[in-house]
């Protein structure tokens, strides 16, 4: 709890003072100054909270932190399939999460040992491309390598997933 706090503090401190020199830069008409002195800070907190805790943190809301808690209890037929060949450490040991909120956004699965964001696209990923083009660059600002998987391949060809699962997650577990 106390590294959450000092993250936090930091990280407001890194916004004021970003906030500060980008107005006076601006008043002054110059470019932005640089203030790479505070980003280690903050990296070293945020790397010291997910070691501790063992997930990836980020920007979270009351609101986001329901609307996750709403998408597990209402899984689709595709992610349930994939979730009862990962849940209970049966994917190679490897304990995924499920619905976890990482940066504001709701992945499907995470697993944090092996660095992996799962997602199954379902046809409303088909008319929201850009925003999971961005999504998907957001997330993997993190260091986090994101599968993706058509409902459609989760029923017919589940055990390939799987394959496809296990081998991006030794890669993953390497890269450490």
Known sequence: ?????????????????????????????????????????????????????????????????ERAKS????????????????????????HFRRQQVIDGFIADFYCHEAVLVIEVDGDVHQQQVDYDFQRDRIIAVRGLHILRFPNER?????????????DAARRGQSSD
């Not at 989760?154 to 296990?166: D, G, H, K, S, V």
Request: proline share 3%; hydrophobic share 40%.
């Open 71 to 94: 998408m597990r209890r209402a899984m689709t037929p595709a992610e349930r399939c994939l979730w009862e060949q990962l849940r209970n450490n049966r994917c190679s040991g490897l």
């Open 154 to 166: 989760l029923f017919t060809e589940l055990n390939e997933a799987l394959r496809e699962i296990q």
């Open 1 to 65: 709890m106390l590294l959450f706090c000092l993250y936090r503090r930091l990280y407001a401190v890194r916004s004021v003072l970003v906030w500060n020199a980008e107005l006076q830069e601006r008043k002054a008409g110059r470019r932005k100054c640089s203030l790479s002195w505070i980003a280690p800070c903050v990296k070293e907190v945020e790397r010291a909270m997910i070691e501790k805790r063992g997930i990836v943190v980020g920007p979270k809301t009351d609101v986001k932190e």
